[in-house]
C-alpha cells in the first residue's frame, strides 16, 4: 500500500516526471562505491547546493514516488550508514518506507504505533510527529490528525507546512472558516508565496457555493483578491489564472452585484477585464506547454485537460 508524498504549498518537491527520471537515475548512482562518488553524482543530479543529506534525502523520495523501493532502501541505508540511525530526519525517513512497503491495514497501524513508542521517548521529535500526523490522514483518522496538527502548531507556529496541511485537514471536513484562517496563518510568514495565495483564494471561491447575498460577494472579492495577488507573484502560474478565470467568469458575476465589500468598489468592468486576462494567459500557457515535448513541460496531462475544458465551457 504506497503512501502518497503530499506536496504541501511552499514545499519544493518534485513533480512526478522529474521524480521518475531521477529514479531511473538511482541504480547507477547507488552503484559507486566510493561516499565521494556517490555524493558527487548527486550534486550534479539534484542542482541547487543540497548538501549531502538532503541530496540523498531526494532521491529517496523520488524512488518512493515512482515506486523503485530497492533503491528507495539503498538510499536509506546510506543515509544510515552516514549520519546514524538515531538521526531524526533518517527515523522519519525510515517510517516513510516502512508506510510506503506496507502490505494492508494492519501494517500501518503497526507504523503508528512505532511512531507512538519513539515520541513516549522522544515528545520533540519533530520529523516523526510530521510522519504520525501524516499517518493518521492515511488511515483516515481527521480527527486525530487535526488535533495533533493544533498541537505541533501550539509550539512551532511559524511551521509554513503544518499551517498548510491543516487548512486541507479543514476543508475535506467542509470546515471553510477554519481553513482560511490556517492559510492567511502561513500567508503571514510567507506574504509572497503565490502559490498558497492562490489555494486561498480556491478555499474562499469554494466556500461561496454555500453562501447567499452579501456574504458571498465578500468571500468572492476575498477570492479574487488572492487569485491576483498569485498571478502578481508569479505570472505565468497556470492554477492562479484558473482561479481567476473561474471566479470572474461572466456566469457567476453577471447574476451578482457590485463587489463593493473591503475596499474600494470593483464594478462589472474591471471582473471583465481581469477575466479577459485569465482567458489569454491561460490560453498562451496551454500554447507554450503544447508546443514542448511531453517530457520537457511544466504542466502534467491532468493539468492540461483541465485548462481545455474550462476555456471551452466559459
Known sequence: MAASIRRTGVS??????????????????????SSGGLLARL????????????????????????????S??????????????????VMALRGLYDEATAENQASLELSLKRYDEILSQDPVNLPI?????????????TSDAISSLVQLLDATPTDVEAWCELAELYQSQGM?????????????????????????????YTHTRSLEGEAMHKQLQLSIRHFCRSVELCDDYLR???????????S???????????????????????????????????????SKEP???????????AVKKLLSEL
Open 12 to 33: 519544493q518537491g518534485s513533480n512526478l516526471k522529474t521524480s521518475f527520471h531521477r529514479s531511473q537515475q538511482a541504480p547507477v548512482i547507488l552503484r559507486q562505491q
Open 43 to 70: 550534486h550534479l543530479s539534484f542542482q541547487g547546493g543540497s548538501d549531502d543529506f538532503d541530496a540523498l534525502e531526494k532521491l529517496f523520495f523520488s524512488c518512493i514516488q515512482s515506486t523503485d523501493d530497492e
Open 72 to 89: 528507495a532502501l539503498l538510499c536509506l541505508e546510506r543515509l544510515t550508514q552516514r549520519f546514524g540511525s538515531s538521526n531524526e530526519r
Open 129 to 141: 510527529i510530521k510522519r504520525r500526523i501524516a499517518l493518521l490522514r492515511s488511515l483516515s483518522k
Open 176 to 204: 471553510y472558516p477554519q481553513a482560511t484562517f490556517s492559510l492567511e496563518e502561513a500567508l503571514l510568514i510567507v506574504p509572497h508565496a503565490w502559490n498558497v495565495h492562490a489555494r486561498l483564494g480556491e478555499i474562499l
Open 240 to 250: 492562479g489564472f484558473y482561479g481567476l478565470a473561474l471566479a470572474t467568469s461572466p
Open 252 to 290: 457567476l458575476i453577471n447574476g451578482t452585484l457590485e463587489l463593493k465589500h473591503l475596499g474600494s468598489p470593483v464594478g462589472k468592468d474591471t471582473l471583465g477585464s481581469l477575466h479577459a486576462l485569465a482567458r489569454r494567459r491561460l490560453e498562451q500557457i496551454l500554447s507554450t506547454e503544447n
Open 295 to 305: 517530457h520537457a513541460r511544466e504542466y502534467d496531462e491532468n493539468e492540461l485537460s
